[in-house]
């Protein structure tokens, strides 16, 4: 915009200088013209300066006739010398008038030639912003272009996201569905599995031991009687003596039994870690006075 304003000042400029110039020029040529015109004025008050003189000679023959006429062609003398100084006077003003004109044409064609390289410089700017404005317009076109493809990225990407998306839940769908129709199972808790025990395996010594050990026999503690009372007879223990199962059985036997018997394994830490009681009858003590309520209990019972 501010380039095509500057345009159209310069060559209003260069145009106002070419008008000043032809017009000094037309000035010039008048000057020519007038000056022609000055030198044939000269040249007429010359003649009729030349006329006067003849005039006044032929005056002088003729005598007191040819007075008047005599003076009449010295005023006609006069008259052409003042015509004559006057031309001579606007020829020169006229000359220099023309020397300055011839001045301001010089000075007038310089503006122009200068105005018209101004003008020509603000033709090459005004080409290079159009220039300009043609690659500012291509680049605009070219971003919008690339917006496009970009878009266009943007979008097939999308597109393939989702496909991937919609493979992958066409994918897990089967898996979900056959999770929702197959129950769902608890699975069983396990049992806490503990180290076994070994058992020890009966030897042939111990079993040769538990047949011959006699029937322990428990301890007799005589009853507390009370004073002028005959002692009774002690009380033997409510359990009976230990028998020998193993006694009758050959030794022989009992091994190949054990040895064809597999290990039994306890999972149960109760019965393993069951602490051993004492099989031995614990010694029984009579309850103060009272002889009818004598209880006797073993050392299990407790």
């Known amino acids: 915009m501010l380039s095509h304003q500057s345009r159209t000042t310069v060559e209003s400029s260069v145009k106002a200088i070419s008008e000043l110039y032809q017009s000094m020029n037309e000035v010039s040529l008048s000057s020519k013209k007038i000056t022609e015109i000055l030198s044939m004025i000269e040249d007429i008050a010359f003649q009729t300066n030349l006329r006067a003189l003849n005039a006044a000679v032929e005056a002088a023959r003729a005598g007191e006739q040819g007075k008047g006429f005599a003076v009449v062609a010295e005023a006609v003398r006069n008259l052409s010398q003042k015509s004559s100084s006057a031309a001579k006077d606007i020829s020169s003003l006229i000359q220099e008038t023309t020397v300055n004109i011839k001045i301001g044409c010089d000075q007038a064609q310089s503006s122009h ?37 970009l878009s266009e990225l943007v979008m097939s990407q999308q597109d393939i996201i989702k496909q991937i998306n919609d493979h992958n839940q066409g ?132």
Do not use: C, H
Not at 115 to 133: A, H, P, Q, R
Not at 138 to 149: F, G, H, P, V
Not at 211 to 226: D, Q, S
Not at 268 to 287: A, G, R, V
């Open 171 to 302: 994918l897990s769908t089967p898996t979900v569905e056959s999770f929702k129709s197959e129950p769902y199972k608890t699975p069983a808790p396990r049992a806490e599995v503990k180290p076994l025990r070994p058992v020890a395996r009966p030897t042939a010594a111990r079993l040769t031991m538990t047949a011959t050990k006699p029937a322990t026999k428990a301890n007799v503690i005589p009853l507390r009687t009370a004073k002028n009372e005959k002692p009774r007879s002690p009380v033997k223990s409510a359990t009976p003596a230990v028998k020998a199962v193993t006694a009758d059985v050959p030794v022989a036997a009992v091994a190949d039994e054990t040895k064809s018997k597999p290990k039994r394994m306890t999972l149960e830490p109760s019965l393993t870690n069951k602490p051993k009681t004492s099989k031995t009858p614990q010694e029984l003590i009579p309850f103060d006075e009272d002889e009818d309520r004598l209880k006797l209990t073993k050392a299990s019972d407790f």
């Open 113 to 149: 030639e200068l105005l018209n390289s101004i003008l020509s410089g603000t033709l090459k700017v005004s080409d290079i912003n159009n220039e300009i404005s043609l690659s500012s317009q291509e680049q605009a076109s070219n971003t919008k272009n690339l917006r496009a493809l």
